[in-house]
């Protein structure tokens, strides 16, 4: 079965430390990956992707991803967190059950970043 | 300059009586989808337009069910809500082509009383 795990429910970080919120995938055929960000009472944002190439994918607001086939994993990282990116973030898998024409995502439950001042 | 607008932001409706949510876009996307978002839970999909064609998860009950009148304009319907429907509904867009970004609203939550 196609799935995303977010080990961890929430991540507390000091501003201006590196921060990385982890995500593992599980799909057959390659893996379309993606991370969002859902600040309070507002939609999902897009922040990047990896769809093929370069393992580390550069994204919105500074944030990164390193995709790794071996361990199945695609890690969200910031090299120096803000009290600003506090938010819940998702990783999410594109269906490859879905038609080739449409972006349906599998989505993990969600990691609560806390920076703290 | 919202690009995925959902009405209303809340919702209250009672046990049993029907509720419709709206959803509209300015970008001209060919795909409209609904998710059902529970607290701390992932966004689970319920169905999807692409264009006028509709496609529904395997696991979506048939209590819920959509419209999409024209390009801009999707309708999620849910005919007689249980208190088990009380989520977040969020409506998002993309492109036609593969591997394109969502597109999302903010959602409108919805209370069952």
């Known amino acids: 079965a196609q799935s995303v795990a977010q080990p961890e429910d929430q991540v507390n970080v000091a501003e201006g430390n590196p921060l990385t919120v982890k995500c593992t995938y599980s799909?057959?055929?390659?893996?379309?990956l993606f991370w969002y960000v859902q600040y309070p009472n507002r939609g999902l944002q897009f922040l990047l992707k990896?769809?093929?190439?370069?393992?580390l994918v550069k994204g919105s607001y500074g944030f990164e991803a390193e995709f790794n086939k071996s361990q199945t994993s695609f890690h969200l990282k910031k090299p120096s967190a803000l009290v600003s990116d506090s938010a819940l973030y998702f990783c999410a898998v594109r269906d490859p059950r879905g038609g080739g024409a449409t972006n349906k995502l599998i989505f993990g439950t969600g990691t609560l970043l806390a920076v703290q001042p | 300059d919202a690009m995925v607008i959902q009405n209303p932001r809340y919702q209250v409706t009672q046990f049993g009586k029907p509720v419709t949510l709206s959803c509209s876009q300015t970008?001209?996307?060919?795909?409209m989808y609904w998710y059902q978002q529970k607290s701390s839970q992932a966004p689970k999909l319920l169905f999807h337009y692409y264009d006028k064609d509709f496609n529904n998860e395997a696991d979506t009950p048939d209590n819920f069910q959509s419209r999409r009148p024209n390009t801009s304009f999707c309708f999620l319907d849910i005919r007689s809500p249980g208190l088990g429907d009380a989520a977040m509904y969020l409506c998002?867009?993309?492109?036609?082509?593969?591997?394109?970004?969502?597109?999302f609203g903010s959602g409108t939550q919805l209370s069952v009383l």
């Open positions: 998002a867009t993309s492109r036609g082509t593969p591997n394109e970004k969502l597109f």
């Open positions: 990896y769809i093929t190439g370069d393992n």
């Open positions: 799909v057959s055929g390659n893996p379309y």
């Open positions: 970008l001209n996307h060919n795909v």
